[in-house]
């Protein structure tokens, strides 16, 4: 059932990376379509307060949106914590 | 340590190949830490290039931070790692277009990295050594700034906390 609704283009399934994969258990969540980043950002910060107060990205087709961007169906969105490699 | 992808450079005739061998996203992530030995046999490697009279090279090693008393054993790395090749890639090529190097070989392990294991490697290559030592330095900057990767420390009382880079 989950499965079959992260391919309709009434939700967006959205790639979890570090901390964000560990506090949702998951590599991934779905959520109601919402046609931007910034309406995407208001949609996550109410399902999950704590990412109102952890600095966060957010990808789209792997480039960080740095304004407001508009979703396109097929989009391939991540919610990155800040970056801590090398 | 399983076998690396080490890129030679390649000549071609055809300069239409050359282009398209040059776009291709190269593998910077390796399972696990990196050995003394692979870093060796890259050096080792670059003894047929006679026009390189210098090499600069950093090398990234676990720490063993203490935080509040607990003491950090390794490090567990995660990446988005498609996200992360294709920034490289665009490191890569905007590093090269800035500095006249040879060659740039990248190297970031992934999975846990026990304290004092190597996670990091950067090896730039050029004439004279300010290329080579400028392009590493920038290079490694970028690396912590720019790509997707998270780094987990695992304590030695079973906790962990994730890691920020400054």
Redesign the interface.
């Known amino acids: 059932m989950e499965q079959q609704a992260s391919v309709h283009t009434n939700t967006i399934n959205i ?1 979890l ?3 964000f ?2 506090m949702a258990g998951s590599q991934s969540i779905d959520v109601d379509w919402v046609a931007d980043t910034d309406s995407l950002r208001r949609v996550l910060e109410a399902r999950f307060p704590t990412l109102q107060q952890l600095p966060y990205l957010v ?1 789209v087709d ?1 480039d960080i949106a740095t304004d407001n961007m508009i979703l396109h169906p097929h989009a391939v969105v ?1 919610l ?7 | 340590m399983p076998s690396l992808p080490y890129y030679l450079p390649i000549r071609v005739a055809n300069p239409f190949i050359a282009i398209i061998m040059e776009k291709k996203v190269k593998n910077i992530f390796v399972q696990g830490p990196i050995a003394a030995s692979f870093v060796a046999d890259s050096i080792q490697k670059h003894n047929t290039k006679t026009n390189i009279g210098a090499h600069s090279i950093f090398l990234g090693q676990v720490r063993n931070d203490v935080v509040e008393g607990k003491t950090v054993v390794a490090i567990d790395y995660t990446a988005y790692e498609e996200m992360a090749l294709e920034k490289m890639h665009v490191i890569r090529e905007e590093i090269f277009q800035k500095y006249p190097l040879t060659c740039m070989h990248i190297h970031h392990s992934l999975g846990r990295i026990e304290a004092g294991a190597l996670c990091l490697f950067v090896f730039t290559s050029s004439g004279h050594r300010k290329a080579a030592i400028d392009a590493c330095e920038e290079v490694v900057e970028r690396i912590k700034k720019e790509l997707p990767i998270w780094g987990k420390e695992l304590f030695d009382n079973a906790t962990h906390q994730w890691k920020e880079n400054s």
């Not at chain 1, 990155?80 to 090398?86: E, I, K, R």
Request: aromatic share 12%.
């Open positions: 790639r990376f570090g901390q994969a560990e990808a792997k991540a990155l914590p800040p970056y801590s490699g090398g």
